[in-house]
């Protein structure tokens, strides 16, 4: 099965129209190798919690991806997938992002959305539990999206609730559907790297600019690098902590054949690296921590022509915006395929792909 120029055509349309300026990969490049949908895999996610990037396998989060790619090139009628389900947007912390593209998502299907964007709305300015306000989203909802400054907020609210969870980010901890908006913005950049065998001398070389340790988007980005091993040859990460690692990704480091590796040199790396992926800001509990603001880039920085960045926004002084009109900035279609990509998580954690794809796209 192959796609008609014609939607690639809507594509770039669809994006011109949404202002996104930079790298813009087609997103049918994600579906040249293996163009069929397994629903078998996409029904794992049904009435599943998303709480870890550990959670997904290979084979589900290509699923997802490709489920993705097929909804932003408009190939599948949504408008009614979920117009029967209503999403809580419960954020007890600031975001732009996260926030707006699962409530984007969700009105691109055709559900609802409730939403509290300050907790100082909520009886949390009372002193009410956490789990009290999960046992309320029973109630009021089918599915939340939460984000917090405390990682044990995730723990509490599931005490009492029988909705999927989203995680949209728990203090320093995770933040696993970030994750998949990078992953998603990465294949369409080089779907090789889930879908064939990249020659030894080519495979990827990425640098994250952080702590995967104490930062949540970096943490849950480098949990899913490490399901492509026989594509990414190496992981430097740059930080000035002494461990920038923790212990529980050091576990999950050691035990991948990916070779990682420490620096506190970006310039002199800057000749080998492909992709990278930076983070300053971090939430730890009691307020804001800037991290990885000692290493940024600019238009002037010599990166590799091809090298792509990352960044889940909001930046700082890191990422100089006279990179935001080249070819390296995939950081904004990395923000834009969010709505994508969580479209097509709600769709598979309701059970209702099966409903809107075709019999001709399944496998
Ligand atoms: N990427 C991200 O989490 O951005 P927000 O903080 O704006 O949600």
Redesign the pocket.
């Known amino acids: 099965m192959t796609l008609p120029a014609s939607q690639v055509e809507h594509q770039a349309d669809s994006e011109r129209k949404a202002g996104v300026i930079g790298n813009c990969p087609d997103p049918a490049g994600l579906l040249r190798h293996e163009p069929k949908l397994r629903l078998d895999l996409l029904e794992r996610m049904h009435d599943t919690s998303v709480l870890s990037a550990a959670q997904f396998g290979r084979d589900v989060l290509c699923e997802l991806m490709k489920l993705a790619a097929y909804l932003q090139l408009k190939r599948f009628p949504v408008m009614h997938a979920l117009e029967d389900k209503i999403m809580a947007a419960a954020?007890f912390?600031?975001?732009?992002?996260?926030?707006?593209?699962f409530e984007s998502a969700m009105l691109h299907l055709g559900g609802r959305t409730i939403s509290v964007a300050d907790a100082k709305t909520t009886g949390v300015a009372k002193g009410e539990s956490l789990r009290d306000i999960g046992q309320m989203f029973n109630s009021y909802a089918d599915v939340v999206a939460v984000?917090h400054t405390e990682q044990s907020a995730i723990d509490e609210l599931c005490e009492y609730l029988r909705i999927p969870l989203l995680n949209?980010?728990n203090g320093s901890d995770e933040?696993p559907t970030?994750a998949l908006?990078d992953w998603y913005a990465l294949l369409k950049w080089r779907p090789e790297i889930a879908y064939g065998e990249i020659p030894e001398q080519f495979r990827l070389n990425i640098g994250i600019i952080g702590t995967p340790g104490n930062m949540r988007?970096v943490k849950s980005f480098l949990m899913l690098a490490l399901l492509f091993p026989e594509n990414i040859s190496h992981i430097t990460i740059f930080s000035e902590m002494a461990d920038p690692l923790g212990e529980e990704i050091r576990e999950l480091t050691n035990a991948s054949p990916i070779g990682i590796d420490f620096s506190q040199n970006l310039k002199q790396s800057l000749e080998y690296l492909d992709v990278i992926y930076m983070n300053a800001i971090a939430y730890l509990g009691d307020g804001y921590r800037f991290f990885g603001d000692a290493f940024s880039l600019d238009k002037d920085s010599k990166l590799k022509p091809d090298t792509v960045i990352l960044h889940?926004?909001?930046r700082g002084e890191e990422l100089d915006t006279s990179l935001d009109n080249t070819q390296h900035n995939l950081y904004f279609n990395q923000?834009d395929g969010?709505v994508w990509i969580r479209q097509a998580l709600l769709l598979a954690i309701f059970g209702r792909v099966g409903d809107i794809v075709p019999a001709e796209y399944l496998a």
């Open positions: 954020f912390e600031p975001s732009t992002r996260t926030r707006l593209s984000r949209g980010g933040h970030q908006a988007t889940p926004l909001a923000a969010a």
